[in-house]
């Protein structure tokens, strides 16, 4: 499978641990996006990387948050301290233009 | 008011019916639009991109966009208990996507 990959799948904890996800975009795009989506809402734009650099954050991006993507390949995104209102699905894409994104399966947070 | 309006629905048809979802936007400045499909606990799939006015057409779908209303609409002809999903609609702003909320359509046999 050559699509956009997400690990985890699921993930459980308690407020005020940390978290981190991956995700491994389609290997030749270079442009890699952060979304989160809760229920019932569409994907809301949280940041934006072009090869490593990180270009654009949301203002939805608080301090606890923060994203890396090393040599342009993988990204993670970590969340610290977690709140219960962080409990949403976190979902990458990646793309070569920004219109036609190709988004993962997402990773579904969920934060007792 | 949001960017980007969307009909949440349910949208409930049966099989074979000519579906029609709409959205309507508040930023002229948008020139690119896109339909997603989002299965439940699945990630969006791309299925229509236009650039500006017109019509395009892919085999069952047929996106519109009518730029001087700000209103965009994507129709599934023959639909099929397969179509049913979340449909999203986005439009590009600068270097992201802005999303509606979502129409949760249920095509039934």
């Known amino acids: 499978d050559t699509g956009v990959s997400q690990d985890p799948r699921h993930k459980i904890t308690k407020r005020g641990q940390n978290v981190t996800f991956r995700c491994d975009p389609i290997?030749?795009?270079?442009?890699l996006y952060w979304y989160r989506q809760t229920l019932g809402q569409g994907p809301e734009f949280l940041t934006y990387f072009q090869n490593e650099a990180q270009l654009e954050k949301s203002r939805l991006l608080s301090d606890r948050f923060s994203a890396e993507r090393p040599k342009g390949s993988f990204s993670t995104l970590e969340i610290q301290r977690t709140e219960q209102g962080d409990s949403a699905m976190y979902l990458c894409?990646?793309?070569?233009?920004?219109?036609?994104?190709?988004f993962g399966p997402g990773t579904r947070l969920t934060v007792l | 008011q949001k960017e980007v309006e969307q009909d949440p629905g349910p949208l409930s048809v049966p099989e074979g019916a000519i579906v029609s979802l709409n959205c309507t936007y508040s930023n002229s400045a948008f020139q690119y639009f896109m339909w997603y499909r989002q299965y439940s606990r699945k990630g969006p799939e791309l299925l229509m991109y236009?650039?500006?006015?017109g019509n395009k057409e892919d085999g069952r779908f047929t996106a519109q966009v009518d730029k001087s209303s700000k209103y965009i609409s994507l129709f599934i002809r023959d639909s099929q208990p397969s179509d049913s999903a979340t449909y999203l609609c986005?439009?590009?702003?600068?270097?992201?996507?802005?999303f509606g909320t979502g129409t949760r359509l249920q095509v039934f046999p």
């Open positions: 290997s030749e795009h270079n442009r």
């Open positions: 986005a439009m590009r702003d600068t270097d992201k996507l802005i």
């Open positions: 236009t650039y500006s006015s």
């Open positions: 894409a990646s793309s070569f233009r920004v219109d036609e994104q190709f």
